[in-house]
């Protein structure tokens, strides 16, 4: 039976479409039902040729006929989240999920999505439904996954491998395999499990992940390669063209290319925070700050993202500009209690602004308990 790829069988799909939402008009004319078949397999060409974009396109096209057809907002949501529209897939996500709450479908894109977010009350909840729908399969053990990461990589990593086992095919559990090592610092298992996600069906996530593994292990050729793999497959990709700047930008040599990569990128999609990111850090290792700063500020009216706010940070600090430092990191950390680099890097500049050295080795209390121990003894014995 031909299979849509959410593993929904197509005749269920072309029933579901057919038959009116809630509120939807209760006629079908014949010129729709000429046309919506088009449209659907229009769409999944477009992303089986990582044309991302002309996709999403005729998804919405299509919804716009078939409001709250959860299949097409599944559909959508998975695009968005792999060419990193976050809110957008979070959104569809749980606009599917107000529709009906036993659908099981990409829920664990969705709790990646989670994740990324650091909104673990969410997920938390996600979890324990999917487990009560139907803990036998693939995308339950995937977002246990996600979940358990926090706690335990290898109990993590462990949920994935029955993902896998219960389901070969499913490529949502390879991404999060390969992520997951290279949490764990263990870059060439993560290449071995990328690949193996790109035999089942290449997409952005894949080609990322490979570019990440090599530079990881140095393997600066592969990097490359993988990269402009990825280029050439969505020559209209602004992230493509990123990947292939990440790679020139991890050696001194290559810092020149990488610039003119992120520029494009920044040509093609004006609004991608990803490219805007790294050119600016481009622009601090050789000493642009104020052009770093410029770059960055021009994204804040747009963006409510703590990794800008974090960039943003970073640079006034390293400036001397401590105060404009603190209410970045602070924003940081408004918009995501969870960031890592906001809580380090305001941890850094309190003590700068209370005079301390940030870079002195603090001081072991527990040696500082043993001296005054041994100050006890010697005095005892005197």
Not at 138 to 147: G, I, Y
Not at 223 to 239: D, G, N, V
Not at 300 to 320: C, E, G, I, M, P
Not at 345 to 367: I, M
Request: include cysteine; charged fraction near 30%.
């Amino acid at each position: 039976m031909l299979q849509s790829n959410n593993s929904t069988p197509f005749c269920l799909l072309l029933v579901s479409l057919q038959t009116p939402t809630r509120g939807a008009r209760s006629t079908f004319d014949h010129f729709d039902s000429s046309r919506w078949l088009q449209r659907y397999v229009e769409a999944q060409c477009c992303i089986a040729s990582n044309d991302y974009k002309g996709g999403l396109e005729f998804f919405a096209e299509l919804l716009r006929r078939f409001p709250n057809n959860i299949h097409i907002l599944l559909e959508m949501a998975k695009v968005e989240a792999i060419i990193g529209k976050t809110e957008e897939a979070i959104t569809d996500f749980e606009k599917v999920r107000s529709i009906d709450p036993y659908v099981i479908t990409y829920m664990d894109e969705y709790a990646m999505l989670l994740k990324l977010k650091s909104d673990y009350s969410k997920l938390n909840k996600l979890v324990h439904d999917l487990l009560n729908i139907d803990p036998t399969r693939p995308e339950v053990f995937v977002a246990l996954s996600v979940l358990w990461e926090r706690k335990d990589e290898r109990g993590a990593l462990s949920y994935i491998e029955k993902s896998i086992r219960i389901d070969e095919r499913h490529i949502p559990g390879y991404i999060m395999k390969g992520n997951l090592y290279l949490s764990m610092n263990r870059p060439e298992a993560a290449v071995v499990a990328f690949r193996g996600a790109q035999e089942l069906r290449p997409d952005l996530r894949s080609y990322q992940g490979l570019v990440r593994s090599y530079l990881a292990i140095s393997k600066i050729k592969e990097a490359l390669h993988a990269a402009r793999e990825a280029m050439k497959a969505m020559p209209q990709s602004a992230k493509a063209l990123k990947l292939v700047g990440d790679v020139h930008a991890s050696n001194t040599s290559g810092r020149e290319k990488a610039k003119k990569f992120y520029e494009s990128a920044l040509r093609l999609e004006p609004g991608y925070l990803g490219a805007a990111l790294a050119l600016a850090e481009l622009h601090v290792i050789e000493g642009r700050n104020g052009d770093a700063v410029s770059l960055l500020e021009r994204y804040l009216k747009d963006w409510a993202d703590d990794s800008l706010h974090v960039k943003l940070a970073q640079v006034f600090a390293a400036t001397n500009m401590l105060q404009d430092a603190l209410s970045h990191y602070q924003a940081a950390l408004r918009i995501n209690p969870q960031n890592e680099a906001a809580k380090k890097g305001l941890d850094r500049l309190e003590k700068q602004l209370k005079g301390v050295d940030p870079d002195a080795p603090e001081e072991d209390e527990e040696n500082d308990v043993e001296d005054a121990d041994a100050d006890q003894e010697e005095a005892e014995l005197l």
